[in-house]
């Protein structure tokens, strides 16, 4: 296929996520991920991605820069109900249409809320207003409706930025739109994007690359990237716009990954760490309990998002001052006179006691320097010591030292004693 062929504008996708709590409120923009996947699968590549606070004259130059260079753009945020909400009115100022209370949309809104037993009050009544000649998508999750139309070639879609009823949206709307619009005669030969991706930890993004190294032959219509985050460095494989790939090579690709970063690989696809640890809990009838201090319960939290996770997490206790720490886990009081809240002698007997007292499989513990205060010049701030008690003399404890802010140390390290009792089980499955 020719290089005019890959570049079809048509098959060119742009994301834009409009919210200023995208911008400086600590929230994460995981819509754009999901519709380069999604759109992928049709053969339609995202080259572009723009984040854009509530300010309509920003969404409006944003928009602009983003029809010029795509011939699908797809809008997350902003339809919802409050004067902040500033998407329709900036693609109605663009494409020059005229916003109107459409009756579908309107019928479909009040039919939503009417199952909460709510009916919907000013501020929701603008969420129906719609640009003229626009095709409304339904929302079959939440209020707000979504809506999309063509501007000098380009198909813009809008979408509320909540992740629940966009992929909703997206999967019952958008892609059989797109797809029935996307020409037969450009289409024809248009091969899926496949993206592979494998999550792993405890490597820096250096030496994740440095082990991947040579690994795509130029000749190969496959990009290599790699994402560094605070659970860890995602390494994605993905085939290249309108080429197509034999799938024994893409497979042998991946083999090679799996071989060369080995036991960092946790997951792949679409799994997290909580996912991979719940299922060897569960396959191996094993129980565990959780006594944090600097994570302040955010392993339990990652637990528990995973559904039937009460089949093998029996409980968890935030324990954050030494008196807890002795009330609750029996942590000896000179321990904690002798080295500290934040030594490998208090992770193992926080460890130790969380496991006499419950009777579980495997007790975990974390205790650590958060930050941005309380550090010493011996105990600086990221350093954080987790335990791991199996019973029968089976007990380890790893020293850590993180960086980052408060946040990113927490998140470090939950990650870390996730990954400890992954290892642990594999090795507990391989005996």
Same mark, same amino acid.
Request: glycine share 10%; aromatic share 4%; with cysteine.
């Given at each position: ?13 742009? =994301? ?52 010029? /260079?795509?011939?699908? #753009?797809? #809008? ?9 909400? &500033? ?39 603008? +969420? !129906?207003?719609?640009?003229? +000649? ?6 079959? #999750? ?9 501007? &000098? ?18 999967? +019952? ?21 496949? /993206? ?12 994740? %690359? ?12 496959? !990009?290599?990237? *790699? ?7 995602? #390494?994605?494989?993905?085939?290249? !716009? ?15 990954? /799996? ?6 690989? $946790? ?17 191996? /009838? ?16 990652? *637990?528990? +998002? ?28 000179? *321990?904690? &006179? ?18 006499? &007292? ?26 954080? $010591? ?6 029968? %003399?089976?007990?380890? =404890? ?34």
């Amino acid at each position: 296929m020719s290089m005019r062929a890959r570049n079809d504008r048509s098959f060119i996708a742009g =994301t834009i996520a409009i919210g200023s709590e995208l911008l400086v409120g600590g929230r994460t923009d995981s819509n754009s991920l999901f519709i380069t996947d999604v759109l992928g699968a049709i053969g339609v590549e995202v080259r572009f991605k723009s984040i854009v606070g509530d300010n309509r004259s920003d969404i409006e130059r944003v928009l602009k820069t983003a029809c010029n /260079r795509a011939g699908i #753009v797809i #809008v997350t945020g902003g339809l919802g109900p409050t004067v902040d909400d &500033r998407t329709r009115e900036a693609i109605a100022a663009v494409t020059g249409a005229r916003l109107a209370r459409r009756k579908e949309a309107l019928e479909g809104m009040k039919a939503r809320l009417a199952q909460w037993g709510r009916i919907p009050n000013k501020g929701q009544l603008r +969420q !129906a207003l719609i640009p003229s +000649q626009a095709i409304v998508l339904p929302n079959p #999750v939440g209020s707000a409706p979504g809506f999309s139309l063509v501007w &000098r070639g380009t198909h813009i879609i809008a979408l509320p930025g909540v992740p629940s009823e966009m992929r909703a949206m997206v999967e +019952q709307s958008v892609i059989p739109y797109l797809i029935s619009q996307l020409k037969p005669s450009k289409s024809r030969g248009r091969q899926p994007l496949t /993206r592979l991706v494998f999550h792993t930890w405890g490597m820096s993004e250096a030496d994740v %690359d440095a082990k991947l190294t040579g690994l795509i032959k130029k000749s190969l219509p496959v !990009a290599l990237g *790699l994402l560094a985050s605070p659970t860890g460095v995602l #390494v994605s494989l993905t085939t290249e !716009a309108g080429r197509a790939l034999k799938e024994d090579a893409l497979i042998s690709l991946a083999e090679e990954v /799996r071989t060369r970063l080995g036991e960092w690989i $946790y997951a792949e696809g679409q799994d997290t760490m909580e996912e991979v640890v719940g299922r060897l809990l569960h396959g191996q /009838r094993r129980t565990v309990a959780v006594a944090e201090s600097c994570t302040g319960g955010l392993i339990a939290y990652r *637990l528990t +998002q995973v559904p039937g996770s009460s089949s093998y997490l029996d409980r968890a206790v935030v324990c954050y001052s030494n008196q807890a720490k002795m009330e609750l886990l029996g942590v000896p009081e000179h *321990l904690l &006179r002798e080295h500290g809240a934040v030594s490998r002698e208090v992770a193992e007997a926080m460890a130790k006691g969380m496991r006499e &007292r419950t009777g579980v499989s495997v007790a975990l513990s974390v205790t650590g320097i958060a930050g941005p205060g309380g550090a010493t010049e011996t105990k600086p701030v990221g350093l954080v $010591y987790i335990g791991l008690d199996g019973g029968r %003399d089976d007990m380890m =404890t790893r020293e850590f030292r993180f960086h980052g802010d408060r946040s990113v140390i927490r998140q470090r390290a939950a990650q870390a004693a996730l990954d400890m009792l992954r290892r642990w089980l594999m090795n507990k499955g391989n005996l």
